[in-house]
């Protein structure tokens, strides 16, 4: 069974910095497709961004040049690093993970992950 532990988030001003981080106890943490999703009160959960296998990523429109995602397959871990961050950027953030084979295709859909973390919640006032 895999647990996934989120931590970073906070309260902070709008145009700063936060960098999440997901600790991940998972057999083989380098085969699983590896993700951000977030969800406001009242909105579904969508998808932030996503690392493949080989460390390729992809990201959401409304956080393309602002969040970047990475993992250490060494350290097991996965983050976030949010730079100008705006208020509409507050939600519960989750981690998730997804067994994948090296061909699979990005994910995008809460529904295709296998596991997930608590959350952690990032607050970003005007």
């Known amino acids: 069974q895999a647990q996934l532990v989120e931590s970073g988030g906070g309260l902070v001003q709008a145009g700063a910095s936060l960098r999440l981080s997901c600790a991940a106890s998972?057999?083989?943490?380098?085969?699983?497709?590896m993700a951000w999703f977030r969800q406001a009160p009242g909105k579904e959960r969508e998808f932030v961004a996503t690392?493949?296998?080989?460390?390729?990523?992809a990201s959401a429109d409304s956080v393309k040049g602002r969040f970047t995602i990475s993992r250490d397959n060494a350290k097991k871990m996965v983050s976030l690093q949010m730079n100008s961050l705006l208020p509409e950027d507050t939600a519960v953030y989750y981690c998730?993970?997804?067994?994948?084979?090296?061909?699979?295709?990005?994910?995008?859909?809460?529904?295709?992950?296998?596991?997930w973390g608590q959350g952690t919640q990032v607050t970003v006032s005007s």
């Open positions: 998972i057999v083989s943490f380098s085969r699983y497709q």
């Open positions: 690392v493949h296998r080989d460390s390729t990523t």
């Open positions: 998730a993970a997804k067994h994948v084979i090296s061909s699979a295709p990005f994910y995008y859909s809460p529904s295709d992950y296998d596991y």
